[in-house]
């Protein structure tokens, strides 16, 4: 089974700030089946990335994905208010959809 | 548009059964898969398993092999999720999300989870 680790822990910045999030992996996983969601207290999950690089629907443009293999990293490019909150990846390319544990994106 | 409604909270007792259920609207609901995802309080998420909707094939996380069963009535649109033999630590959300699945022997999936349902408290308590 494939391990998601995700790193830092917490990230504690200001906004207008720049997010770089990572997600390392047990052994490599397809780009096309890495996906970045967000996650509010009190709300489900919300897709962000797919396919690695793909931002999904009506996600703005300031959030950016890449990588491959093994590394995979989420970027936002300007902090904005609402975007202070947990942030997830997954593989879903293998027969199961194993998540890392988490970065929580904090206000400094 | 596309939408995920969930049951109502659930309060169980250690040994019993809780089953979930999870209707779909807004698509064809065969024509994907509908994957389960546990929250414990304070948590991250842990992936349970997923269903096709288009002929039943299931593919469980390894840990809850033996108690988990995940169903769907196409004739509703609504998937179900049943664990059984309940810990204190399935005390969680249980959420349900949208995803494209196929494979007979092992089922993949094909897609993100890009649509959820809101999450269903279920508390395990004496």
């Known amino acids: 089974e494939i391990v998601l680790t995700q790193s830092p822990g917490t990230l504690s910045l200001s906004p207008g700030e720049r997010a770089t999030l990572s997600c390392r992996a047990s052994?490599?996983?397809?780009?096309?089946?890495l996906a970045w969601y967000q996650q509010k207290p009190g709300q489900a999950p919300r897709l962000l990335i797919y396919?690695?690089?793909s931002r999904a629907t009506g996600i703005p443009d300031r959030f950016s994905g890449s990588g491959s293999g093994t590394d995979f990293t989420l970027t936002i490019s300007r902090l904005e208010p609402e975007d202070f909150a947990v942030y997830y990846c997954q593989q879903y390319g293998s027969s199961t959809g194993t998540f890392g544990q988490g970065t929580k994106v904090e206000i400094k | 548009q596309v939408q995920l409604v969930q049951s109502g909270a659930e309060v169980k007792k250690p040994g019993a059964s809780v089953k979930v259920s999870c209707k779909a609207s807004?698509?064809?609901?065969?024509?994907?898969?509908i994957s389960w995802v546990r929250q414990a309080p304070g948590q991250g998420l842990e992936w349970m398993g997923w269903?096709?909707?288009?002929?039943?094939?299931?593919n469980y996380a390894q840990k809850l092999q033996g108690r988990v069963t995940m169903t769907t009535d196409t004739s509703t649109s609504t998937a179900y999720m049943e664990l059984r033999s309940l810990r204190s630590d399935d005390t969680a959300v249980y959420y349900c999300?949208?995803?494209?699945?196929?494979?007979?022997?092992?089922?993949?999936?094909?897609?993100?989870?890009?649509?959820w349902g809101q999450g269903t408290l279920v508390t395990v308590s004496s």
């Open positions: 999300a949208r995803v494209l699945v196929g494979g007979v022997v092992v089922v993949a999936a094909t897609s993100p989870f890009d649509y």
């Open positions: 807004g698509y064809t609901f065969t024509s994907y898969g």
């Open positions: 269903i096709s909707a288009y002929n039943g094939n299931t």
């Open positions: 396919g690695a690089s």
């Open positions: 052994q490599s996983v397809s780009s096309s089946y």
